[in-house]
């Protein structure tokens, strides 16, 4: 068998056990058992849980028509808005989806950085290769066409700035009573779109010409998988 197919073996028991017994109840034992291997020849492909766990969700992001379709557009402001449209409504609509996966997942995300960290490293890094060339490349248009003020720094870090603030918006809205009601809750999508392409350096003109009310209003075209 080739590595290629031995590392498809593993990922397909890695995914009937993390399924089964959630990512706690999952232990590289018992994935290597499952793809009938040993666990030494499963650490040859993924040196942990955690980089299992991670390319699993890699997969599946790669697995998604609409973001596949986001990330295949030309590079423009309209590429860069429905970038983070797209990763706001994915992450706001964990709490409401009937989804606890997704959940689970974002629990997991936070609790790696109280913990070693791994996986949120691993996760970041699946997260930049999908999307980091098309985020940099739709805010180099946006600044050249005039849609978006030259950034001094790395321009990347806006991408994980916009992130790691949704994330955290999402995190208040987990538990069952919410830490924190953001107001209004059926504006928040489109006040934290608003607050996210302003801080990434859009003006209110291109916002407004590519973050229309009714475009802002329908929910879950796109979702971008993160991140996580």
Same mark, same amino acid.
């Given at each position: 068998m080739t590595s290629d197919l031995r590392r498809q073996l593993i990922l397909g028991a890695a995914k009937r056990c993390f399924a089964r017994h959630g990512y706690t109840g999952t232990t590289t034992k018992s994935v290597a058992a499952a793809a009938a291997i040993s666990e030494a020849l499963l650490f040859k492909h993924f040196p942990s849980k955690a980089a299992l766990y991670a390319e699993i969700l890699s997969d599946e992001c790669e697995a998604d028509p609409a973001l596949m379709d986001l990330l295949e557009r030309e590079p423009l402001t309209a590429t860069l808005v429905e970038l983070i449209r797209g990763m *706001?409504?994915?992450? =706001?609509?964990?709490?409401d989806g009937p989804d606890q996966e !997704?959940?689970?997942?974002? &629990? =997991?995300?936070a609790t790696s950085h109280l913990d070693d960290g791994e996986f949120a490293r691993l996760l970041y890094a699946k997260i930049e290769k999908l999307i980091g060339a098309v985020f940099l490349a739709s805010l180099e248009?946006? *600044?050249a066409s005039g849609d978006? &003020?030259?950034f001094s720094g790395?321009?990347?870090?806006?991408?994980?700035?916009?992130?790691?603030? *949704?994330?955290?918006?999402? =995190?208040?809205? =987990?538990?069952a009573t919410p830490c924190l009601v953001y107001g209004k809750a059926n504006?928040? !999508?489109?006040?934290?779109? !608003?607050?996210l392409l302003r801080g990434i350096g859009l003006n209110d003109a291109a916002i407004a010409s590519h973050l229309g009310r009714d475009q802002a209003a329908?929910?879950?075209?796109t979702a971008i998988a993160e991140s996580a």
């Open positions: *706001v409504q994915h992450f =706001l609509h964990i709490a !997704e959940a689970q997942r974002l &629990r =997991l995300m248009r946006a *600044v978006a &003020r030259p790395d321009p990347l870090n806006l991408f994980w700035f916009a992130h790691h603030s *949704v994330m955290m918006a999402a =995190l208040t809205r =987990l538990p504006d928040l !999508e489109r006040q934290l779109c !608003e607050f329908d929910a879950g075209k």
